[in-house]
Structure formats: C-alpha cells, structure tokens
C-alpha cells in the first residue's frame, strides 16, 4: 500500500476508505495528520499543507453533498464581507473523482463536547478550567463562550442565514495567541458545518425547509411541529430565533453538564431497548447530584 503522504503513526490504522481520502487529499499537496471526525456525510482529516500550515479537510461523496452548504459560505465568506472570528472559516471547495474536499481551518481543542465531558484543561480568556469529575463550569466562563456563539450567530443571521443545527457538535474551540499579551492563551468558540443552513428569505418565500435541519434534543418546537405535518398551514416563519433556542439548550448543557431532554433524545437514538432504562436512570442521577 502507497503511503500518500501520511505520517507514520497513522498508516497502521486508516480503513480503505480513508485510503482513497488520503490518495485524493495528497494530490492537492496536504499531508494527513489523523482523522478527527467521521459521519454519515464522510470524514475529517486534520492536515497540514507544504508550509506546514494546519488546517481541517472535510472530504465527501458527491451524491451527499448539499449545494446549500457551499451556498451558506459564500453568503459568509464571499468576497471577505463577513470575517467573524466566531465562525469556522471555509477557504475552498474541489472535487475529484466522485468527491468533494472542503478545505477548513482547524480547530486544535476539538468540540464543545470536549469542554462539557472531558478531563482536560482549557484556558477561556485568563480563566483556566480543570474539568474534573463533578466539577462544573463557572457563570463567567460559560457567558464569554455563549457571548462567542451568540456573536457567531448574530454575524450569520445579519446575513439572512439559518444554521439550523446548533449543538455542541458544532461548535469548534481553538487555543489562540493573544497578540496583546504573548504568553496567553485564548481559547475561541467558532460554529461550524453549514450543511444544514437555510436562506432565511428564500425558504420562507417557498415556505419549506429543504432538507429540514436540525439534530433531535436541539430543533426548537415550530420545526417539530412542521416535521409531524409538513403542510402550509402548520407553516412558521423560518427565522434565527430556532438558533437561539438551540443555543439555549448548549447553555443548559454547559452549566448543567447533562441534557435537558435526555429522555426524548434517548428515545430517538439507537440504544438497546433493554439499556434505555439504565441510561436514562443513570441520567437522572446526574440531574438530582447537580440540583
């Protein structure tokens, strides 16, 4: 097998799809470091380019690849008139062979999730934060990461955009260094993967979302109530207010470190039928130990 420009700790372990990723990715001079993320719309590989450069590299088949996400990051991105620091920036698009490789900046702390449910340290702004056990996030350190994603979303709503799909998943921390004080780090929240966003105007004018986004635990009520009865009568104006109640429920999660509709996602994803109970008392100990 070709190493492709792979470093070594990694060619014991990459799957023969991430064999084709990687010949196609090494075509356009990146070398892969480790894949970071993989779903059911492809995988993402952290790299770096010829300078040594980092950056994120979203690789995907063409048939599931929605023109809307490309769409959402011109609308952003176009012509430098949106630079928010708070969004993930996307610098290119290219496909090759039956596939489509976005090129990202990378994030080097991973998702809101790491900050939620691992052990790890972080520095936000000058606060640092040991996650350890029960330990919980202080109010301070949760408002400048919600300040952060509000700002991220204020600059895509300006810009008539929906992200349709805020969660924890998506929502990106990065150390940074401070240019003001050198030996600071700041860590930074920036949203990320546009692929569920909507044009405000433009789905309100057909009165549909196509395809409805959204991750269940997180959609607000006006897109459940379309998804049970897709009609023009059950018809709510898409606005970014379904965004700010996703964001509520990040906040929820941030302060509290356990869901607050754990029993309805719990019902929605695969768990064994004879583990649910478990899972969900298990829930709810957490729930009573942080109340």
Same mark, same amino acid.
């Given at each position: 097998?070709?190493?492709? @420009?792979? *470093? ?10 991430? &064999? ?8 356009? @001079? ?12 492809? *995988? ?38 949106? @630079? ?63 300040? *952060?994603?509000? &700002? ?12 349709? #799909?805020?969660?924890? #998943? ?43 986004? @959204? ?27 379904? #965004?700010?109640?996703?964001?509520? &429920? ?12 754990? &029993? ?28």
């Amino acid at each position: 097998m070709q190493n492709f @420009g792979v *470093q070594q700790g990694l060619r014991n372990q990459i799957s023969e799809i991430d &064999t084709d990723n990687i010949r196609i990715i090494s075509s356009l @001079g990146f070398t892969v470091v480790c894949s970071i993320g993989s779903g059911q719309f492809g *995988q993402v590989y952290k790299v770096f380019d010829k300078c040594r450069n980092l950056f994120a590299i979203k690789v995907q088949k063409k048939e599931l690849y929605l023109k809307q996400e490309w769409d959402a990051v011109i609308n952003i991105f176009g012509d430098n008139q949106l @630079g928010s620091e708070n969004l993930i920036r996307v610098f290119g698009k290219k496909e090759l062979e039956d596939r489509v490789i976005i090129l990202m900046a990378y994030a080097n702390l991973g998702n809101l999730l790491n900050l939620i449910d691992a052990q790890r340290l972080f520095n936000v702004n000058q606060y640092q934060i040991q996650q350890q056990g029960n330990q919980y996030l202080e109010e301070r350190v949760i408002s400048i990461i919600m300040r *952060q994603i509000l &700002t991220g979303l204020n600059d895509m709503h300006n810009a008539k955009l929906v992200h349709c #799909d805020i969660k924890p #998943d998506n929502i990106l921390l990065d150390r940074k260094l401070s240019q003001k004080q050198v030996n600071m780090n700041i860590c930074e929240a920036m949203i990320c993967d546009y692929g569920e966003t909507n044009n405000e105007i433009l789905a309100n004018k057909q009165m549909s979302l196509k395809p409805i986004g @959204g991750t269940s635990g997180f959609q607000a009520p006006e897109i459940l109530t379309y998804m049970r009865n897709a009609s023009v009568d059950n018809w709510q104006k898409l606005s970014g207010k379904i #965004d700010i109640f996703s964001a509520g &429920t990040v906040l929820f999660q941030l302060a509290m470190k356990y869901h607050p509709y754990i &029993t309805h996602v719990v019902n929605d994803i695969s768990i064994p039928q004879d583990q649910k109970a478990a899972f969900i008392q298990n829930s709810n100990g957490i729930q009573n130990s942080r109340r």
